[in-house]
RNA sequence: UGGGGCGUCGCCAAGCGGUUAAGGCAACGGGUUUUGAUCCCGUCAUCGGAGGUUCGAUCCCUCCCGCCCCAGCCA
């Protein structure tokens, strides 16, 4: 990829004035998923951008888990973003980071704003903080424990720790102001109750810091220099200058939104996604049809072209919806290129030639990519018994060449890399519908030119019967038939699509496809590309990535 | 409604006072082709609206319109 002239973008242009004035020195960044759901597709432009950033200037991007909610997190949830980051190419130093590594500091962090008169232990209900908060447009009450005094603060908030306060009775807030047009300076709160086991620290804590009293202390402690999220952190930006100003930390970060990725027919809200697997709407986190990760991986997605993807998007604070065929542009060409070509006949119709005899055990050697002779070639074999698809023969007769490049009776079409034939007859079922095409090849038209009179309508693929194997294919539509299944909070499972998934068994596929594992890419020729299901354990089963590009109008 | 953010081709988006208003996706024409694929060529905008400043505005100012975010002890 050459990215020389691609235009830089804002957060690049605030980190060049930066470099250049000596604010910073060393760029780091940081990614910092909640374990609490997988990572999808607007994850990757987030992943690509800090990451990317981090690699272009030399510096370093932490992977951070932000674990300050026990209630909705998991390990597996851990394990399986690491999973993901790593396999879309990127990596860190060390361990990975995670918020629950910095919890005795923010605790110490927060007796310092008590102390410093700067926050109080608040007994106030949620309802009542609530009422309190004032709303959009009329400002705040002050809590009656507002003015406590600190040692008062300090011995309540110690007895949260210990677990000796229920939970929902008091929380630490910060003491900023009530009266504030932004809301999240209204007293925030810092600490809640929560007495949960926590997947890292086990029992240690009854109380967990706010997102707000965390994130922007954990940047400091890890030296972030440019703290890159989405826009609706933009109002909780003053408050996390609030404590880089009231707090002694090691660093001062600074904070920058971009607009997140939002992508038509398609879902990128981790609750969402996670009701489609409780609900079992999907088979998993993993199914293909999700925008997830590893959703997207065992379709068949490959890491760079998600990658070229990401990097083809625009870092600004504008928030469109990308038209999913922009991502599906990105998925054909990285697959265009790498993937090795094969044959596979989605619904077999059988072909006899009667003109066989001469022709026995022809091995056909075939290019694995038209244009990429690196990737070698193979040998497939070859006999009077073929299997083409049942699409590409047709009886009308009167069909252009022009309307119809594949076989019809009494005209020619080349079998990919292989002889020219023509067909003869047909064989039909009491049913009346076509079972056997009798066919006769043209000799010596392998790797050649049809001979003078001989004109094929147009090329076709085709498998050898007897060393064919068979196989399933999964085929897969939108998961969603309207463009913003996102919207309406209740409704987006009525714009389920109930044919996201077509299961076709039966097909024929040339043999060397049995051998193939999951992660290895194919262009099926004429049809689409595929890779292996990771479900292995059953019979062949392939899962198309994305179909062929279609241009012809019927 | 108070605060914050954003409005350039169907979609994403460059542009940073003087440009023929980049580019990608999509679409539509045409060429090549043993994949109706790929590839190649071509077509496709006056910048949300109205005023103003200026020799000159998509870029500056004012007002208006529209969209997004904030009233979790979620992140």
Request: proline share 4%.
């Amino acid at each position: 990829m050459t990215d020389i002239d691609k235009p830089t973008n804002f957060i690049q242009q605030i980190i060049n004035a930066d470099l250049e004035s000596g604010r910073v020195t060393n760029v780091v960044t940081r990614f910092p998923p909640e374990p609490n759901g997988y990572l999808h597709i607007g994850h990757a432009k987030s992943i690509c951008l800090n990451f990317g950033l981090a690699n272009q200037y030399n510096g370093q991007c932490n992977l951070r888990f932000d674990d300050t909610n026990p209630e909705k997190e998991d390990q597996a949830y851990v394990d399986a973003i690491i999973k993901d980051v790593r396999w879309l190419g990127y990596d860190w130093e060390g361990e990975p980071c995670y918020a629950s590594n910095y919890f005795d500091q923010l605790y110490l962090w927060a007796i310092t704003l008590v102390n410093d008169n700067k926050a109080y232990v608040c007994e106030l209900d949620a309802q009542a903080m609530r009422e309190l908060r004032g709303t959009l447009t009329e400002v705040g009450t002050n809590s009656p424990f507002r003015e406590r005094p600190a040692e008062e603060s300090l011995a309540l908030l110690e007895s949260m720790r210990v677990g000796d306060v229920a939970e929902g009775a008091m929380t630490l807030r910060a003491k900023i102001d009530m009266s504030s047009a932004n809301i999240n300076l209204r007293d925030p709160v810092l600490y809640r109750i929560k007495k949960m086991t926590h997947q890292r620290t086990g029992d240690k804590w009854n109380i967990y810091p706010s997102y707000d009293f965390a994130h922007g202390q954990e940047d400091a402690i890890e030296g972030v220099s440019h703290s890159i999220c989405t826009l609706e952190f933009a109002a909780n930006r003053p408050l996390y200058e609030w404590f880089t100003a009231n707090l002694p930390l090691p660093s001062i970060p600074h904070q920058y939104e971009f607009g997140r990725l939002k992508l038509n027919y398609t879902i990128t809200s981790k609750r969402k996604l996670k009701q489609l697997v409780d609900d079992h709407h999907v088979f998993g986190w993993d199914d293909p049809r999700m925008p997830t990760i590893s959703g997207l991986r065992r379709r068949g997605v490959s890491a760079s072209a998600i990658r070229n993807f990401c990097d083809s998007l625009a870092v600004a604070k504008t928030d469109g919806i990308v038209d999913v065929a922009q991502f599906e542009h990105f998925i054909r060409d990285d697959l265009n290129s790498n993937a090795a070509r094969a044959m596979c006949v989605i619904n077999p119709l059988l072909v006899t030639l009667t003109n066989y005899s001469g022709h026995e055990n022809v091995q056909i050697e075939v290019k694995n990519h038209p244009n990429r002779d690196d990737m070698g070639s193979r040998t497939l074999t070859f006999s009077d018994k073929l299997y083409i698809d049942q699409g590409d023969f047709s009886e009308d007769t009167s069909l252009s060449r022009k309307k119809f490049k594949r076989l019809v009776i009494g005209d020619y079409v080349r079998l990919r890399g292989a002889f020219i034939v023509r067909a003869d007859d047909v064989v039909k079922n009491p049913a009346g519908e076509v079972i056997e095409v009798i066919a006769s090849l043209v000799p010596d038209t392998v790797g050649k030119d049809a001979p003078e009179g001989i004109k094929a309508r147009g090329v076709v693929h085709w498998v050898e019967a007897s060393s064919a194997v068979d196989c399933t294919l999964n085929i897969y539509d939108r998961l969603f038939n309207q463009a913003d299944p996102d919207m309406g909070e209740q409704h987006f499972l009525e714009h389920l699509n109930p044919d996201s998934l077509s299961v076709v068994n039966g097909c024929k596929a040339e043999a060397s496809l049995a051998a193939t594992v999951a992660g290895d890419h194919y262009q099926f020729e004429r049809e689409g590309y595929f890779t292996r299901d990771t479900d292995q354990t059953k019979s062949l089963i392939f899962n198309c990535t994305i179909g062929l590009r279609d241009n012809w109008k019927a």
